[in-house]
């Protein structure tokens, strides 16, 4: 009997995994879609759902046939320096976006809550806290993830729905104004953002229950959300949310309900919530990767290596938004999240195929 210690349910999962993406959205950077109207945003998921489906097709077939084994587990059974070379891909990955994470709480804490104030250092704290809760494990994850979604998710729909007054359909522009092409290169941008999708090539063995009914439900619920987002930001702001930095929090702090003249805070709250399993999770990750190829070093050891390396990286980056932009590449994140969810679970799926990797199958 096949067991289940350290795995987590499809519903834990994809939740962690939508709460991960969430603060994506939340924290959408009106530099990212320049080339197109945020009208354009609302078909944007047609493509972007599209895309998700195909990148994820070799993790798919993969996992069908080895539902116990992730990319990383396959390719140790072909070559253990292959193994390692493609374990500090997924590490390197996992860790950029980690650093990615903390700097734009870093930029959204220096420029937003508290802009007179250095919050530079107040990253040290948030990577401590973040490391501890990987301390935790994959299942406290899988469980703080649920609990966090019963608070994010009513927070949203209540901001959302103080906001259904202030609605103006008149600041919808025609889709595809400046061709179709910008709405496709962001949805690629928007994918390469989804580090979720590389997530799910290295940690989906850990899951119990229907995934592919779970990968769905995620997708389409996240791009859901997106495109709601998008709509009220665009009715309610028109072009003046292209000027903003954090047009969503800009969102938030319009809304009104009862005695409550902004709920931006409400807004702050999802935020750091969301900021802390993704954090969390990436963390983890990359400390699961290291464990298995180094199993000599204790948890607590890599940890550290890896809180303290996440504190320098990010020290080095905060206080300008120049270094942030640099750091947070649309070029890079295609690359490497096209690199981790598709193009070596590919090669590995075609390795196992032609038999050249015999060592594949040996669990059947």
């Known amino acids: 009997?096949?067991?289940?210690?350290?795995?987590?349910?499809?519903?834990?999962?994809?939740?962690?995994l939508f709460l991960s993406r969430m603060l994506t959205t939340v924290t959408y950077v009106s530099s990212y879609t320049k080339d197109i109207r945020l009208s354009d945003?609302?078909?944007?998921?047609?493509?972007?759902?599209?895309?998700?489906?195909?990148?994820?097709?070799?993790?798919?077939?993969?996992?069908?046939?080895y539902s116990d084994k992730n990319v990383l587990d396959l390719a140790r059974e072909r070559s253990t320096k292959l193994s390692k070379i493609l374990s500090i891909i997924y590490i390197l990955t996992f860790f950029y976006f980690t650093v990615v994470t903390i700097a734009?709480?870093?930029?959204?804490?220096?420029?937003?809550?508290?802009?007179?104030?250095?919050?530079?250092?107040?990253?040290?704290?948030?990577?401590?806290?973040?490391?501890?809760?990987?301390?935790?494990?994959?299942?406290?994850?899988?469980?703080?993830?649920?609990?966090?979604?019963?608070?994010?998710?009513?927070?949203?729909?209540?901001?959302?729905?103080?906001?259904?007054?202030k609605i103006d359909l008149l600041n919808l522009t025609p889709v595809?104004?400046?061709?179709?092409?910008?709405?496709?290169?962001?949805?690629?941008?928007?994918?390469?953002?989804?580090?979720?999708y590389a997530i799910i090539a290295i940690a989906l063995p850990r899951v119990n229950g229907k995934v592919k009914k779970g990968f769905f439900f995620w997708l389409i619920a996240q791009t859901l959300i997106m495109a709601i987002m998008f709509f009220f930001a665009t009715?309610?702001?028109?072009?003046?949310?292209?000027?903003?930095?954090?047009?969503?929090?800009?969102l938030a702090s319009l809304a009104e309900f009862a005695m409550f003249d902004r709920l931006d805070a409400i807004f702050t709250g999802v935020w750091i919530m969301c900021a802390f399993i993704k954090a969390a999770l990436l963390i983890w990750l990359q400390a699961d990767i290291l464990k298995k190829e180094f199993p000599k070093l204790k948890t607590t050891q890599i940890l550290v290596f890896i809180g303290v390396l996440a504190i320098i990286s990010n020290l080095i980056i905060a206080g300008g938004i120049q270094r942030?932009?640099?750091?947070?590449?649309?070029?890079?994140?295609i690359i490497v999240t096209g690199i981790t969810a598709f193009l070596i679970p590919l090669i590995i799926l075609i390795v196992c195929r032609k038999g050249r990797g015999k060592k594949c199958d040996e669990h059947q």
Do not use: W
């Open 235 to 250: 009715t309610v702001m028109g072009n003046y949310a292209g000027t903003q930095l954090f047009p969503f929090h800009t």
């Open 176 to 196: 595809f104004y400046n061709g179709v092409m910008p709405v496709v290169k962001t949805a690629i941008d928007s994918v390469g953002q989804t580090v979720e």
């Open 1 to 16: 009997m096949e067991k289940t210690i350290g795995k987590i349910s499809a519903f834990q999962f994809f939740v962690m």
């Open 104 to 165: 734009r709480l870093d930029l959204f804490a220096g420029t937003v809550v508290f802009p007179e104030t250095d919050v530079d250092y107040m990253l040290i704290f948030v990577i401590i806290f973040c490391c501890y809760g990987a301390a935790l494990g994959f299942e406290a994850l899988g469980r703080s993830s649920v609990l966090s979604a019963v608070l994010v998710i009513p927070a949203i729909i209540f901001i959302l729905a103080a906001l259904v007054s």
């Open 41 to 65: 945003m609302l078909v944007q998921p047609i493509f972007r759902i599209t895309i998700g489906i195909a990148i994820m097709v070799p993790v798919y077939l993969l996992y069908k046939k």
């Open 324 to 333: 942030f932009n640099i750091i947070d590449s649309s070029i890079i994140k």
